[in-house]
């Protein structure tokens, strides 16, 4: 995509963060665009297509405690989009899973399935690599790799921290040193997933799903049982950030070695595994977060940045992170 795009608030990241805040926006009257590096929305809310069925492979399912997020779900749940998937799960054992004090909520069409319908009628560029963004009055100019340029009044940076403050240093822009300290501190832990493609089925407890921190493969479930590939069985799982670290320089076909290892016992008789797909995401898990849902640059036209590294990581934190940004927005 090229040209030249004017708008009042430009949002990079298409995920939940940058859609809520989109929509917020939107609602307010303001002229939104949203871009986005991948062909896709959803940033980590990603449902992957293989072999005819539907594996969730970023995040797994949401929780809700907080009553605005609440809202959005009480709608989606009454449009049939999502479901309750379970209250708890097996943590580390084949035995059922305790009762959680909060529901974990799916999609019959896997998580894609709310940021796809939270992209309806927002006004999305994908595949749109931003390199740079610099101040430009009345407000700030990002430019992309293909030469698109997007003049705009406010900026909203909701992918990963060090991603928005390489942007940054790439339009040489300088933050106030209180906003740079704090935004430094972020932190993330890296996380290697797998889709399994399985002849077969998966012996785990209800809901189907196996919850373990503490050991090499943390999360393992099954999108059958889940609902989310009803004709195939596909298999989600999950590293723990210390062994992520260790193996993430490790080729595919090491990594396959290992995870067919570990699943190896939980495979009914006669199953075997077809294919494994293996991903890697360098910023999976926020673990120093910023303590406020959203950041204002001090100094420099409106700057807001967003995203599951603000007050609280997970989906749900990630969307308040981004209803917390467009209010910052409309009260600047």
Known sequence: MSGTFSCDVLIVGAGIAGLMAAHR????????????????????????????????????????????????????????????????????????????????????????????????????????NIETVTPAAPGWLAVADSGAAYQCQALILTPPVPLSLALLAAGQVTLAADDQAALTTITYAPCITAVCHLDGAINLPEPGALQRPDHPISWIADNQRKGTSPRVCLVSVHVNPAYSRLWWLSPDVELVGALRRELQPFLTANTTIHEIIIHRWPHALPTTLYPERTLLAAGLPPLVFAGDAFSGPRVEGAALSGLAAAKKILGY
């Open 25 to 128: 926006l939107e609602a307010a009257g303001k002229i939104v665009v949203v871009v986005d590096r991948e062909e896709r929305v959803g940033g980590r809310m990603i449902t992957e297509h293989v072999a005819g069925g539907w594996a969730d492979t970023g995040a797994q399912f949401f929780t809700v405690r907080d009553p605005e997020f609440g809202r959005f779900v009480a709608e989606w749940l009454a449009e049939g989009l999502i479901f309750e998937w379970s209250t708890g799960w097996s943590d580390g054992s084949l035995l059922p899973p305790a009762p959680a004090a909060h529901s974990r909520y799916a999609a019959y069409e896997g998580l894609t399935a709310v940021p796809r319908h939270l992209a309806q009628n927002l006004t999305i560029h994908k595949a749109v």
